[in-house]
């Protein structure tokens, strides 16, 4: 797909320059224009930042007809508009909350002789709930104008994505009803499961596929542990790293975001916040302000994102723990888009995991803006979906406890890329401070702590499991008389580190089961430890070692 000889070669090149005003094509681009001018349908994974939207912008551009794009965020789709008409293409777009008369306008428009639109634009509601909308759509087909169908974000379509959407899945009538239109599917996040999802949903038939690495070389990653001293940490690092620069602080619910930001403000930082209960002329104008400079920092929920094309983020730090691996790869994939070194930096605690958890739960957590429809439905609740949510959550947790395996090699392997951690040339805190490893066998440890947790009467967290492990004499000890316990400080010897490594990995392996007691009040949930009998039995009898690697020391 890669050839220059097409028949559109020449138009494509100079419309490249010309329009865009790009002076070649990026990794896969040209390969994809390529195959969806053919007449495939195609299957993008491109990371944040890679170039997606020309792959479907400059064919728009030269091929007869509208091209149909459906993307999930209006104010993603104002943007793309803004940037269109700039360089002179027609485009337009439809949504439910526009005013009637404007719609009617851009209907009669699509249904004229000479329709002058290159690009339409929609929501998938649109799709799924506007009969008009598909009797136009069917106009244009039946008049051999409908050049091209593109689903941005498509890994709102699968369940098993962090973004799931419900109106996304009935985008499979495009297909059917248009069915030699070829289709171009795009998402900056996709593991193979959601891939396979994704392509089944829409009914996409011999699609090729195009995906290149996600590793982004110029972010330099690293997890610290989260103190209450943290927004200090954060004020110094911004200070002695990224002065003056730009930068995007990701939090966990809305209070966090303005206490964050006036804690920084405070420092003499230029910041603002930005969530979900600020009216929308409110966060219309933070971001204006960040896009012209006047603001630096922002501090935001992970709502603020999308639609954001600043080139030059050079930090990007996660005061909270993200809820997918997914979820961080992308919002990390905001910095340094302009290739420049920049910073990801993740401070992480164990409590932030129960509220986190805990808000997942609840359908309380603020979803990225893709996901609103997802969470009015309160889907988060049911079955299915909160397992996925739990079970991408943990592997978030085992990623930041992780202090042994390159940052680059445990993400990618989430989305099944292989990655040689040599490659990574010390551009994270783990391939940083590792001269070599040394593999210890945890399995004592691991029996005592599961034993204490059989002790206790598995109504217990972690914390205090711990505490125990490791002698504590605090008052909470003694009222419940642990300290007369056997196990009470067996683990003396032990780091608290390594000893809390090990309860993780039982929890992470399923040995141990949290259960989160709940609370009305976010901030005090707390989780009790159980035993999951029959793994817990095995190891006891001894049928099992458990082993972790840890950093030998220099
Ligand atoms: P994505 O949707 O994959 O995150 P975009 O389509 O928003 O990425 O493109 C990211 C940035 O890269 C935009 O500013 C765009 O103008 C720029 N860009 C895209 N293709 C090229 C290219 N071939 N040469 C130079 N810049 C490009
Ligand atoms: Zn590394």
């Known amino acids: 797909w890669s050839s220059k000889n097409f028949p559109w070669t020449k138009k494509l090149e100079a419309n490249n320059k010309k329009v865009f005003g790009n002076h070649s094509f990026r990794p896969n681009q040209r390969e994809v224009i390529n195959a ?29 007809g509208v091209t149909l794009v459906i993307s999930p965020l209006v104010s993603l789709i104002q943007d793309q508009i803004m940037h269109l008409l700039q360089v002179n293409i027609p485009a337009a777009y ?76 009935g985008l499979g009538i495009l297909k059917q009803k248009f069915s030699n239109t070829p289709v171009l599917a795009l998402t900056a996040t996709a593991t193979a499961s959601v891939k396979e999802d994704v392509v089944q949903a829409l009914g996409l038939v011999n699609c090729i596929v195009f995906r290149q690495s996600f590793n982004r070389p110029n972010l330099w990653y690293s997890v610290i542990p989260k103190t209450k001293k943290s927004l200090e940490d954060i004020d110094r690092f911004i200070k002695e790293n990224h002065f003056d620069e ?43 302000q960040w896009s012209k400079d006047d603001i630096n920092i922002i501090c935001a929920t992970i709502a603020f994102g999308m639609g954001i094309n600043k080139p030059d983020v050079r930090f990007v730090i996660h005061h909270s723990l993200p809820k997918s691996i997914e979820g961080y790869h992308q919002e990390c994939g905001r910095a340094g888009r302009d290739g420049q070194r920049s910073s990801c930096v993740l401070y992480y605690s164990y409590s932030d995991y129960i509220r986190v958890k805990h808000m997942i739960s609840q359908g309380a957590i603020e979803q990225s803006p893709f996901a609103s429809g997802y969470n009015r439905n309160n889907f988060a609740n049911s079955g299915r979906i909160l ?22 090699l445990l ?97 992470i392996d399923d040995f141990l089961v949290e259960d989160v007691k709940k609370s009305d009040i976010y901030r005090s949930v707390s989780s009790v430890l159980k035993l999951n009998e029959s793994k817990v039995r095995n190891l006891l009898a001894g049928g099992q070692t458990i082993t972790l690697r840890f950093p030998s020391p220099i």
């Open 94 to 169: 439809l949504s439910a909350n526009m005013d009637w008369t404007e719609q009617q306008e851009i209907l009669r428009e699509l249904s004229s002789d000479y329709c002058k639109y290159k690009l339409l634009y929609v929501t998938p509601e649109k799709v799924a709930k506007s009969d008009v909308l598909l009797r136009h759509l069917d106009n244009l087909h039946s008049r051999e104008l409908l050049a091209r169908i593109v689903i941005d974000e498509a890994h709102c379509v699968s369940q098993w994505g962090h973004d799931f959407r419900p109106d996304y899945q």
């Open 411 to 507: 993400q990618l392997v989430h989305f099944g890329e292989k990655f040689d951690s040599g490659t990574c040339k010390k551009t994270c805190d783990n391939c940083l401070r590792i001269k070599s490893l040394i593999e210890k066998d945890v399995t004592e440890i691991a029996k005592q702590l599961v034993e204490l947790v059989k002790l206790t009467g598995q109504q217990f967290s972690s914390s205090h499991i711990l505490e125990v492990y490791r002698g504590s004499l605090n008052q909470f000890v003694k009222k419940h008389r642990h300290d007369t316990l056997s196990l009470h400080g067996s683990g003396k010897h032990i780091t608290k580190g390594e000893a809390s490594r090990v309860l993780r990995h039982l929890v």
């Open 387 to 408: 397992e996925t949510n739990t079970e991408n959550l943990l592997r978030m947790v085992s990623y930041c406890e992780n202090d042994v395996d390159c940052r680059r």
């Open 246 to 288: 730009c930068g995007i602080i990701y939090c966990l619910s809305r209070m966090d975001c303005e206490k964050v930001a006036e804690k920084l403000q405070e420092c003499g930082h230029k910041a603002a916040f930005y969530h979900g209960s600020m009216d929308p002329a409110q966060r219309a104008l933070v971001q204006k």
């Open 36 to 64: 969806t001018m053919s007449g495939c349908d195609v299957f993008v994974l491109m990371p944040t930042g890679g170039g997606k939207s020309l792959t479907y912008q400059l064919p728009a551009l030269i091929c007869p």
